[in-house]
């Protein structure tokens, strides 16, 4: 199958809200040759990265909008002017093989009508663009609701958060404590040939100059690394784990955090991951097995303790809540096509309920660690005032810096919010909490 029409039929099916690109994008990879797969992945992911500006020029360059049946002819003419604009791929060629998939999609009418506006966007597009830019959405591409949400929640940084969020993400290792150091680990890479330099604030992680297939890596097969952005690798270490602790770590999947947490502390007396989704479950196995590491799985909704907790107390409990990933779009840019303003609130709800269920597991002294990849606090500093003022028996705890590092991310009114970084971290945000009575 050719890549274009492969990355038009998976963002067809995001544009019409119907799946994420996670979800829609391995059946078509499937279909073309190997070669050509990292090409469709990037055709993909590019056009739903530059999605807001690729939709105002293509509103101004078509007389009318498609229609609800035509999503795939729309999805198909982004991904057209994403060559145009944000790849090295000829223009001839680009326009040809991209007006050529309109009878894959048995819809050859479309063919003029591609060929026609991808044409007149390599003439005029650049200087279109310039006049659509003073719009926010244009010039930052974020739809216009994310663009005012971090607008108002950060007025200093927001315009620093969307180019980060543009941005190709680096690839970040986390070397297992339990096979080598970091620093270690660093000079097999350097014995190797690859570049990479020692993280910010994780002192696990690893950041490679150039992104690479980590199965080549050393030792990968071996357990000795996996890949985790650095701002997710500081949940273990913010746990301050002990030998005999038992640890809950709710909303596990994919697990990452599980492994880091038995690397971090092999004393633990048992950890519990429970996930929703039953299917989610299996990665987390598979990335346990790699790494020779156990956990009592469960696949539950994890406010539903009634179903599956044995009424053991826990020590620690780990909380990766559900939330708006507006933390990691650039990771996964049709984040900016799948969620929506009415998303937040009901996320803030549930993000409460989860909390409110998970604490009357938690040992009196023990500690629970708040985390979501969201930037934007109705999530984040506002749930964690709201479970305060409702939990008599709860205390925050300042969160400090490790090894001699700062404190990541910047001081909320509640926890720390780290905002996504070029060629650094990923948005993420944390809040510690003490359990000092069972009221």
């Known amino acids: 199958m050719n890549p274009r029409l492969a990355a038009a039929r998976a963002l067809a099916a995001v544009l019409s809200g119907k799946a994420s690109l996670n979800s829609s994008l391995p059946a078509q990879l499937d279909k073309v040759d190997d070669r050509d797969r990292g090409l469709t992945q990037d055709l993909a992911f590019g056009t739903a990265r530059w999605e807001p500006r690729l939709s105002a020029l293509a509103a101004r360059l078509l007389q009318k909008p498609f229609k609800a049946a035509d999503t795939d002819i729309q999805a198909l003419l982004l991904v057209g002017l994403y060559q145009l604009f944000y790849s090295r791929i000829p223009a001839h060629a680009a326009i040809g093989e991209t007006v050529g998939c309109a009878d894959k999609l048995k819809k050859p009418w479309a063919k003029a009508l591609l060929n026609a506006v991808l044409r007149r966007a390599q003439r005029e597009g650049e200087a279109l663009l310039t006049e659509l830019e003073h719009d926010p959405v244009v010039r ?85 690394i996996s890949v985790q952005d650095e701002a997710a690798q500081l949940a273990a270490d913010l746990l301050e784990l002990a030998p005999g602790q038992r640890v809950l770590d709710a909303c596990c999947a994919p697990g990452g955090k599980t492994c880091h947490l038995l690397e971090v502390q092999p004393g633990l007396s048992g950890v519990v991951a429970v996930d929703l989704e039953a299917k989610r479950m299996v990665r987390v196995k598979e990335n346990l097995d790699r790494l020779g590491l156990s956990a009592e799985l469960i696949a539950a909704d994890a406010r539903a303790t009634d179903q599956w907790w044995d009424g053991k107390p826990f020590q620690r409990i780990l909380l990766d809540a559900p939330c708006s990933a507006t933390g990691v779009i650039r990771r996964h840019p049709d984040i900016k096509l799948t969620r929506q303003a009415d998303d937040i609130p009901a996320l803030a709800t549930l993000q409460g309920e989860l909390l409110d269920a998970l604490w009357p597991t938690l040992q009196v002294g023990g500690m629970l660690l708040y ?69």
């Open 371 to 439: 985390a979501t990849c969201s930037t934007l606090p109705t999530e984040n500093t506002e749930v964690i005032e709201a479970f305060l003022a409702r939990t008599p028996g709860a205390r925050e705890l300042d969160i400090a810096g490790q090894n001699g590092n700062p404190p990541p991310g910047l001081k909320q009114p509640h926890g720390r919010q780290l905002l996504a970084q070029e060629g650094g971290h990923d948005g993420f945000y944390y809040a510690k909490l003490i359990k000092i009575s069972a009221a």
């Open 140 to 224: 930052t591409a974020h739809p216009r609701w994310l663009q005012k949400a971090l607008k108002a929640a950060w007025p200093e940084h927001w315009e620093a958060i969307c180019a980060a969020n543009n941005a190709h993400p680096p690839m970040i290792l986390r070397v297992n404590r339990r096979h080598k150091t970091r620093d270690q680990y660093l000079q097999l890479l350097a014995d190797a040939g690859i570049a990479a330099a020692a993280s910010g604030f994780s002192q696990d992680g690893i950041v490679l100059t150039e992104p690479g297939d980590v199965r080549g890596l050393p030792g990968f097969a071996e357990g000795w």
